[in-house]
């Protein structure tokens, strides 16, 4: 069965929750560990201690806002990983998300993949020095995302092989896949390894699973059969009560 994490940005946020009462909400729920986005602007000690306190872990949480397509934000960026390397440790956090930034005007698509490379390539041994992993996350540009420069697993894979690190994998997000190229359990399994973090919700609507057209229970089957180890994360708008949600995508993965 997979470890599930949830996302306490779109989940149990309701009004008037600070973040430690959701990670005690997604504990009560059955989550295995809780994720969020930004790390700026949140008290990161409560969020732990509260994690701590109701026996989940932090899975992830967003590395550095810095747009990788340009290559002029390389150093800022790797700083920036070294920042989120120590924030990590302090909640004995696996891995942290990154997004790549909005196709830049003007400039070749080949350009700007080369300085994704360069940037995720100079920020890797300093990842791999702590043991820290850094999820990289293709979205989609149909619904959601137009103009962000990174929307196909195909793209994505090829980044990360040219990266060649063990601490440098994808964030596959089968909400953002399944509406950019579908195909997911065959990308899944031809790829898992390199894949450090799954995100879920269905399609359309991205709402948590079992309200749209995928069928979530026999993904995570294969997802479990090919031996990943790392966690699942919630990241759906709950039409339901929360808690409700949390635990119905749980018993998909039993």
């Not at 008037?16 to 008290?43: H, I, L, T």
């Not at 967003?62 to 340009?70: I, M």
């Not at 400039?107 to 100079?122: G, W």
């Not at 089968?174 to 450090?196: R, S, V, W």
Request: glycine share 10%; aromatic share 8%; hydrophobic share 45%.
């Amino acid at each position: 069965m997979p470890k599930f994490s949830v996302c306490i940005e779109m989940i149990f946020r309701e009004e008037g929750v600070d973040y430690p009462e959701r990670v005690a909400k997604a504990a009560a729920a059955g989550a295995d560990a809780v994720e969020f986005w930004r790390w700026k602007g949140k008290d990161l000690c409560a969020i732990g201690q509260a994690a701590s306190e109701h026996g989940v872990a932090v899975a992830t949480f967003g590395a550095t806002s810095e747009r990788l397509v340009d290559a002029s934000t390389r150093e800022a960026f790797v700083a920036g990983v070294e920042e989120a390397i120590g924030l990590a440790g302090q909640l004995s956090c696996p891995g942290c998300l990154q997004t790549v930034g909005q196709e830049l005007e003007g400039v070749e698509r080949a350009t700007q993949h080369r300085a994704i490379v360069d940037a995720l390539s100079a920020a890797a041994p300093k990842l791999e020095e702590s043991g820290l992993k850094l999820y990289v996350e293709p979205l989609n540009i149909l619904v959601n995302h137009q103009g962000y420069y990174l929307s196909t697993s195909d793209e994505a894979f090829e980044i990360l092989r040219e990266v060649a690190s063990p601490n440098v994998l994808l964030l596959y997000d089968i909400y953002h896949q399944q509406i950019t190229e579908g195909n997911l359990i065959q990308t899944i399994e031809e790829n898992i390894d390199l894949i450090g973090h799954f995100h879920v919700a269905d399609v359309p609507g991205r709402n948590e699973p079992g309200t749209g057209e995928l069928n979530y229970a026999n993904i995570f089957r294969r997802i479990d059969a090919l031996g990943y180890a790392g966690f699942v994360g919630m990241e759906f708008k709950p039409t339901v009560d929360h808690a409700e949600a949390v635990a119905h995508t749980i018993a998909l993965g039993a």
